[in-house]
C-alpha cells in the first residue's frame, strides 16, 4: 500500500511524524472490529495524515496534531460525567494521545521548511482541505457525546448494549425537552452516573397511576412506548403516588410529602419527571425524585453500535464484530 512507502520529505522528525500516524492508522483498523463506526472514521483519519506526510504537506501533520490534542481536551473537560474505562486505561490512552500529537507537530516544522517557495505562495488555498478533514472529524463531538447502556430499564427503545450518541447542544442554547423526549441526565442521588429515560412531565404538570396507566393532567397518556412486563399490580409502582411500600430515595421522599395534591404529584418549575420505558422495572422519579433541569445533558438521536453481550444488567461481556447487533445500527430515535 502507497502509505507504507518512505516519505518524499527526509529526516527523522519526518520519519516518525509518518509512522506514528501509520501505527494510529493500524490501531484504528484494529478497533473496527469492537466499534465499527468509531474506528472506521479514525482509520480513515490517520490514513489522510499518514498520506499527507508522505506526500510532504506539512497541514497533514497539523492536522493529525490538532485531532488528538483536540481529543485529550475533551475527555478532560468532561472528567465529571466518568467513563466506565477505568481510570489508569484513561490516563495511559491520554498519555499516547499527547505524544502521538508532539510527534506529529514536530514533523510539521521539517515539513514546512522542505516546501519551495512557490508551494508556500498557495498555503492558503492548500490549507482547506486539511482543514475540512479536522472539521469532519471534532466538529461532531462538540455536539455529540457517546454514552453505552448498562441496564435495561429503557426496553424495547434502548436495549443493553446499545451506545448512543447524545445531543447536547440544545439545553445549552435554552431548548427545552418537552413530553415524551428522551433525556440524559445526570442521576440525582448520585450525580457523577449518568442516566436515560423519558419525560413524561414538566412544570406545573400533574402526575398519577392507576393500574399501571399513566395519567397527565386527568388524562390517560397514550405510550406506545411503555412495556409492562409483569402481570401483577403493585401498590406503590402501579398505583402512584401512595403509600411507598418499598425505601425511597430521599428525594422521593421529599416529593412525596410537598408535591402531592389532590393524590396527583405536582412537578416543580426547573424540574422533570422521568420514566423508564421499561416500566415495571425501571428505577426512576417515581423512586429518587425529579430531575433538575440544570442536569439534563442531552438528547439521544442516534445508536451507533449495539452488542449482544449476555442481556444481563452490568455483564459487560465481549463488544466484538462477532456479536455486534447490525439491526440496530444506525437507529434513529
Known amino acids: 500500500m502507497c502509505v507504507m512507502a518512505k516519505p518524499v520529505v527526509a529526516g527523522r522528525a ?98 514546512w521548511r522542505a516546501e519551495k517557495p512557490e508551494n508556500r505562495t498557495f498555503a492558503a488555498l492548500r490549507v482547506w482541505p486539511w482543514l475540512l478533514v479536522l472539521a469532519a472529524t471534532v466538529l461532531p463531538w462538540l455536539f455529540l457525546r457517546p454514552f453505552s447502556i448498562p441496564t435495561g430499564s429503557m426496553e424495547d427503545t434502548i436495549l443493553l448494549g446499545d451506545y448512543i450518541l447524545v445531543e447536547t447542544v440544545s439545553p445549552r442554547l435554552g431548548s427545552p425537552p418537552r413530553d415524551g423526549d428522551l433525556v440524559v441526565f445526570r442521576y440525582p442521588p448520585d450525580r457523577r452516573q449518568i442516566f436515560v429515560k423519558r419525560i413524561e412531565g414538566a412544570a406545573g404538570d400533574r402526575l398519577h397511576f392507576r393500574n399501571k396507566q399513566l395519567y397527565r393532567n386527568g388524562s390517560p397518556v397514550t405510550e406506545g412506548y411503555a412495556r409492562h412486563k409483569t402481570n401483577y399490580i403493585d401498590s406503590y409502582r402501579d398505583n402512584f403516588p401512595s403509600e411507598a411500600n418499598v425505601r425511597l430515595y430521599a428525594g422521593g421522599e421529599r416529593m412525596l410529602a410537598e408535591n402531592v395534591k389532590d393524590g396527583e404529584v405536582v412537578v416543580p418549575p426547573g424540574a422533570y419527571f422521568v420514566l423508564g420505558d421499561n416500566r415495571d422495572a425501571s428505577l426512576d422519579s417515581r423512586y429518587w425524585g425529579f430531575v433538575q433541569a440544570s442536569d439534563i445533558i442531552g438528547t439521544p438521536v442516534l445508536i451507533y453500535a449495539s452488542y449482544d453481550s449476555g442481556n444481563q444488567p452490568g455483564d459487560k461481556g465481549s463488544k466484538t464484530i462477532l456479536n455486534f447487533r447490525w439491526e440496530r445500527f444506525l437507529k434513529r430515535f
Open 14 to 111: 519526518v520519519r516518525i511524524g509518518y509512522w506514528t500516524a501509520v501505527i494510529l492508522w493500524a490501531l484504528a483498523l484494529a478497533a473496527i472490529l469492537v466499534t465499527p463506526v468509531v474506528g472506521l472514521l479514525y482509520a480513515a483519519f490517520f490514513l489522510a495524515v499518514a498520506w499527507g506526510i508522505r506526500r510532504g504537506q506539512p497541514w497533514a501533520a497539523i492536522t493529525g496534531a490538532c485531532g488528538l490534542a483536540f481529543s485529550v481536551v475533551m475527555v478532560v473537560s468532561r472528567g465529571r460525567d466518568a467513563s466506565s474505562t477505568p481510570l489508569a486505561t484513561l490516563m495511559l490512552a491520554l498519555a499516547v494521545n499527547l505524544v502521538a500529537a508532539y510527534l506529529l507537530f514536530g514533523a510539521a516544522k521539517p515539513l
